[in-house]
C-alpha cells in the first residue's frame, strides 16, 4: 500500500516539475497569435505564452494535483508514523 501512495505522490510531483520546466524552456516569451499561444502563464518564475491546450494542462498539473499530492503525503506520513519499520 505504501508503495501505491509513494508512486502517486511521486507521479504527481514529477508532472510538476515536467511542466515547470518544459514550459520555462521552450515556450515563447511573448505572445504569437499565429500559432494560438496568446494566453500568459507563469512558470518558474517567468511568464510564458501557450495555447488553450497547453494552458488546461497546466491549470490541471499545478492547481488540480496539489490537492491529490497533499492528500498521498499526509497518507505517507501517517504510515510511517504508524507503522515504523516503512
Request: net charge positive.
Amino acid at each position: 500500500m505504501a508503495a501505491a501512495i509513494l508512486a502517486g505522490f511521486m507521479a504527481c510531483v514529477f508532472s510538476q516539475i515536467y511542466i515547470e520546466n518544459t514550459y520555462a524552456a521552450r515556450m515563447p516569451d511573448s505572445p504569437q497569435p499565429q500559432t494560438g499561444r496568446v494566453y500568459r502563464v507563469g512558470v518558474n518564475r517567468v511568464w510564458r505564452y501557450v495555447n488553450q491546450k497547453e494552458l488546461a494542462r497546466a491549470n490541471f498539473v499545478l492547481n488540480t494535483l496539489q490537492w491529490p499530492e497533499l492528500f498521498l503525503l499526509a497518507s505517507l506520513m501517517f504510515l510511517r508514523v504508524r507503522y515504523k519499520d516503512l
